[in-house]
DNA sequence: TGACGAGATTGGAACGTTCCAATTATTAGT
DNA sequence: ACTAATAATTGGAACGTTCCAATCTCGTCA
């Protein structure tokens, strides 16, 4: 069953040409004349040829993989990356290899190691938590193009594309104010992390502003996800003064918020003012809608794939770091709920 | 900055033996005395050797990469499958190529056939809405092993790994008539699909084998996402005679069926028993916790993978078509909570 | 001492493609 | 009709590895 594979110079040979001509047809040369051009192409098709990749890759130096490593494939909001960055990446015709490290550095090590191995031309990584920039250095200094996503690495050396979370908590915290809470607090994620810490900064800029104490008690960590979420929730529920809004760390932990809440008998949205981070697509259609800081996952694996496909055709570019404009979608989650409810009595 | 390609020549070189026997340490063969080889070994890392695995491949025609194309990565299910896959594939060696069809199945001919191209040793393929045998014909001719997960299709001569959606949607639909419903709903799904079909044979079944009709109003398609459960639920509550519980499609359309009774001032699990389908990992943590049929994604895309490595090894083996077992989990989403309450109320 | 075999090592061919320089065929200009 | 320019085609080398058969180096045994 397995036949013998079918080479350039198969072809060459059934269609009376030179294996060079052949391969001109291949790679779509306009030097070929349109005649030949066709016969070679109905060669092609009759014997079932499959192009042998690793041949070209050899010969050329470079092949037509980019790599994409998460850290988390099971969270949507990297999912969703990941269909971002293959959508751009597969029409400019390249092919997506990804990789899931499940946050463990020793896996990252490996797939990177091994996308190297492969000859990927560029590299998209969202970095494992705890990565650090000696961590990547090998891997910089080959000169294969990087682009950082979600997580920036201080002192990496390569070109990374976060989202502006400061701002982002920074304008979700200042719509609870003016909503009328005082006692908001910042629930989930890992302490450990920038985008925590730049998100907890966005907040505490907020309460300041406000001239609201923010005090520490308010902040509290958990795992990103909405089983974390559950828990966070609970022990911000335990404190002396509670809280009457929060902002999550993801939309992850806002579900989970959310969950916790109607645990007990609190209703999100209208007895609770919950704000997310993220905006994946479930966030829209949940009950109630989610208020959630939008990041547009798949719109940022799109730019990060655009900036990593810009930097694979210059040859060498100077690393850039962008920031990722973010916006505040008010939607039921965060009190919207009770205004119109007040308005529907006194109408 | 991006310096010469150090090769195995180069390590020859500076080690002082031939290529021969540094080929020889890098597949870690036995025959190489065990100076040598920590001699090599030391050389490969002073130099920074990364391994050619395109000159590799093109020697020995067989890669160390399978293939995973899945039909919507932005749904749960096929995340966690993928990462299934990933683990094992990753810890026999291998490294993962993840594409995504969105269910188009003009993208998935075009991943396939890049896939083919760079010599893919094995394909775990989720396939597009209405993929048909003959478009999988050219690959399977090939001889290259492919197992289809999820969905199974007819007449494609490979083997498959699918759930027993037939038994588990049985096992749902007894249990809401045992606690008392007699209308229940069919919700979500696209009824041209084999999946939807044999969930919806089940749930016949069961309403047979207890006497009670299977009228074709209560069986209500959508879109198989949170959304789709949503509307599927509004189109069921407008008829003349409501459900009083449903089996739904996936666990996606469960979770929008609960928004939707919210919406309605309805509380699934006390008001309106719902029942999902796939067990995705937020199924437990969510409130009510989601009573469902297990089918356990990660495990199905571990399972597709060992079956498919098996193959690989086999270099040709018979097509086996696994049906994976299933079982319902009793959560609080199907009226646990009602008879909880009762008890806390009486006691 | 010579033959033998096991243990290590080796050079060269091969994999399927692309690139280069060279060649042939075709057309245009004088 | 001859040259120049252009269009189309070509053979061979090269890419970095693995495989094969051959070689070399010992120590052992008769």
Redesign the interface.
Same mark, same amino acid.
């Not at 499959?50 to 041949?55: E, F, K, L």
């Not at 092919?95 to 899931?100: K, M, T």
């Given at each position: 069953?397995?036949?013998e594979?079918v080479t350039v110079i198969d072809i060459a040979r059934a269609a009376g040409v030179s294996k060079s001509t052949v391969s001109l047809v291949l790679q779509g040369s306009s030097l070929v004349n349109e005649a030949t051009r066709a016969k070679v192409n109905a060669v092609i098709r009759d014997l079932?040829y499959?192009? !042998?990749?690793?041949?070209a !890759?050899?010969r050329q %130096?470079k092949?037509k993989?980019i790599g994409i490593v998460v850290n988390d494939?099971?969270n949507?909001f990297f %999912?969703?990356l990941?269909?971002g960055v293959?959508a751009v990446v597969?029409s400019a015709g390249f092919?997506?290899?990804? %990789? !899931?490290t499940?946050e463990k550095s020793e896996?990252q090590r @490996?797939?990177i190691a091994?996308?190297? @191995?492969?000859?990927v031309s560029g590299l998209i990584i969202s970095p494992a938590r705890g990565t650090e920039a000696a961590d990547l250095a090998?891997l910089v200094?080959?000169?294969i193009p990087v682009v950082l996503v979600v997580r920036d690495i201080a002192g990496a050396g390569v070109s990374s594309l976060i989202s502006d979370n400061r701002a982002g908590a920074l304008a979700a915290v200042r719509h609870l104010i003016a909503r009328g809470h005082r006692r908001i607090a910042f629930l989930g994620g890992f302490a450990d992390t920038a985008v925590f810490q730049a998100r907890v900064r966005g907040y505490r800029d907020a309460l300041r502003e406000a001239g609201l104490n923010a005090g520490d008690d308010l902040v509290i960590g958990s795992a990103p996800s909405?089983?974390g979420g559950?828990t966070a929730i609970e022990q911000a529920m335990m404190l002396e003064e509670r809280p009457t809004a929060a902002l999550c760390f993801n939309d992850a932990v806002a579900?989970?918020v959310?969950?916790?809440l109607?645990?007990r008998r609190l209703e999100p949205g209208a007895d609770f003012a919950v704000i997310g981070f993220d905006d994946v697509?479930?966030a829209k259609? %949940?009950?109630p809608a989610l208020t959630t800081v939008s990041v547009d996952p798949q719109g940022m694996g799109e730019r990060a794939a655009e900036l990593l496909l810009k930097q694979i055709k210059a040859g060498?570019a100077e690393p850039e770091a962008i920031v990722s404009p973010v916006r505040l979608v008010v939607r039921q989650s965060c009190g919207a709920a009770i205004e119109r409810r007040l308005k529907e009595v006194s109408s």
């Open positions: 069953m397995a036949k594979r079932g499959v192009y !042998n990749r690793s041949a !890759n050899l %130096a092949s993989i494939l099971t949507s %999912a969703e990941a269909v293959d597969q092919v997506q290899f990804l %990789a !899931n499940g896996r @490996e797939v091994s996308m190297r @191995e492969h000859g090998p200094e080959s000169g909405r089983a559950v579900f989970g959310c969950d916790g109607r645990a697509i479930e259609t %949940a009950v060498r």
